[in-house]
T-cell receptor, first 115, second 112 residues
Framework: KNQVEQSPQSLIILEGKNCTLQCNYTVSPFSNLRWYKQDTGRGPVSLTIMTFSENTKSNGRYTATLDADTKQSSLHITASQLSDSASYICVVSDASGGSNYKLTFGKGTLLTVNP | ETGVTQTPRHLVMGMTNKKSLKCEQHLGHNAMYWYKQSAKKPLELMFVYSLEERVENNSVPSRFSPECPNSSHLFLHLHTLQPEDSALYLC???????????FGPGTRLTVL
């Protein structure tokens, strides 16, 4: 069964600090992995997408890494800001072929950045 | 804003009521989705429409009835819901089924 596990469930850090969120998956065959940011009361917004051949991708202060061999991904946030407080969701797409692809969602990591 | 709008943003209904959720996108996308998001659970895909045809229905109870009258609009008709159906209902769209999904802000539904 395809699964996506995220850790930690929640995290509290001080403004200006860095943090790293983890995502482990068992989705097979693998197509791509996305990290989404979901602010409270809003829909998720895509931060990055990585395919099998990509090891790292950055979007401003967000840097995602992917190790397709160990089926692990991380999202590193640098110099955190109060506006980074949100839920971060890891989503993995399988490669079932054609239009019959499936998304597996993690439960998310709830990040709180305090002043 | 992502270009996907949802109305209403909040809805409180009794178990005997009938209501509808509306989703609209003007991004020129061909695929639209309904998701359910409950506390401390992953997003659950409910329905997928591609080119206005339902292509996926993930064992959703019949008290949820989707409708896609055209490529820009998606509805979720609700009737005789249960309190456990209370959740955030998210709509999303994408260019095609393999593309990045753009989510709406969601409708926070409470069933009394």
């Amino acid at each position: 069964k395809n699964q996506v596990e995220q850790s930690p469930q929640s995290l509290i850090i001080l403004e200006g600090k860095n943090c790293t969120l983890q995502c482990n998956y068992t989705v097979s065959p693998f197509s791509n992995l996305r990290w989404y940011k979901q602010d409270t009361g809003r829909g998720p917004v895509s931060l990055t997408i990585m395919t099998f051949s990509e090891n790292t991708k950055s979007n401003g202060r967000y840097t995602a890494t992917l190790d397709a061999d160990t089926k692990q991904s991380s999202l590193h946030i640098t110099a955190s800001q109060l506006s980074d407080s949100a839920s971060y969701i890891c989503v993995v797409s399988d490669a079932s072929g054609g239009s019959n692809y499936k998304l597996t969602f993690g439960k998310g990591t709830l990040l709180t950045v305090n002043p | 804003e992502t270009g996907v709008t949802q109305t209403p943003r909040h809805l409180v209904m009794g178990m005997t009521n009938k209501k509808s959720l509306k989703c609209e996108q003007h991004l020129g996308h061909n695929a639209m989705y309904w998701y359910k998001q409950s506390a401390k659970k992953p997003l659950e895909l409910m329905f997928v429409y591609s080119l206005e045809e339902r292509v996926e229905n993930n064992s959703v109870p019949s008290r949820f009835s989707p409708e896609c009258p055209n490529s820009s609009h998606l509805f979720l008709h609700l009737h005789t819901l249960q309190p456990e159906d209370s959740a955030l209902y998210l709509c999303a769209s994408s260019h095609d089924r393999g593309s990045r999904q753009f989510f709406g802000p969601g409708t926070r539904l409470t069933v009394l």
